[in-house]
T-cell receptor, first 111, second 115 residues
């Protein structure tokens, strides 16, 4: 299945953070979502073949990478208090958009 | 882009009663509508989905209906049980060239089933 690390993370304002996601075997597309407390997940961006393939309404300080093994990273620079959220990644096979599998998420707290 | 609205935000039901959650979407290009159940601290779990070429789908106590003309879809849970207590999210998936794979979620419904 889809795995994410770390499970929990505490950072302070202005710091940088890297979150990691390992896709389900055979999947080549990873999407990242931010879920603030009490809200639905919001699409951040998607990676396919190591390139960004669509982006939601998030500033450039949210960036990502996808590696040849289809694992992915989400990087957030200059952390703000509002970045505190559950970050979810979802993997799928390109074209099979209705078969997205979510990882367990990383809970980020910004103090 | 797609916008999904979900109602109600909270829903309290007695065990054994039915629960209904309603969502509307804005993008006529959306053709896939999943429903997720999320328990506290856990990932969203897909519980049922429906595609735009189908009007209704049922899986045991759970059913989903879709009205493409009105752009709304609903989740129905019958004979509710305490373990149905969770937050439920609807979502829509547009399939335009700039929306591939981008699930748009509703804000969620907190369902509480009291014994």
């Amino acid at each position: 299945g889809v795995t994410q690390s770390p499970t929990h993370l505490i950072k302070t304002r202005g710091q940088q953070v890297t979150l990691r996601c390992s896709s389900q075997s055979g999947h080549n597309t990873v999407s990242w979502y931010q879920q603030a407390l009490g809200q639905g997940p919001q699409f951040i961006f998607q990676y396919y073949r190591e390139e960004e393939n669509g982006r939601g309404n998030f500033p450039p300080r949210f960036s990502g990478l996808q590696f040849p093994n289809d694992s992915s990273e989400l990087n957030v620079n200059a952390l703000e208090l509002d970045d505190s959220a559950l970050y979810l990644c979802a993997s799928t096979l390109a074209g099979h958009w209705d078969e997205q599998f979510f990882g367990p998420g990383t809970r980020l707290t910004v103090l | 882009g797609e916008n999904v609205e979900q109602h109600p935000s909270t829903l309290s039901v007695q065990e054994g009663d039915s629960a209904v959650i309603k969502c509307t979407y804005s993008d006529s290009a959306s053709n896939y509508f999943p429903w997720y159940k999320q328990e506290l601290g856990k990932r969203p779990q897909l519980i049922i989905d429906i595609r735009s070429n189908v009007g209704e789908k049922k899986d045991q106590r759970i059913a989903v209906t879709l009205n493409k003309t009105a752009k709304h879809f609903s989740l129905h849970i019958t004979e509710t049980q305490p373990e149905d207590s969770a937050v439920y999210f609807c979502a829509a998936l547009p399939v335009t060239t700039d929306s591939w794979g981008k699930l748009q979620f509703g804000a969620g419904t907190q369902v509480v089933v009291t014994p």
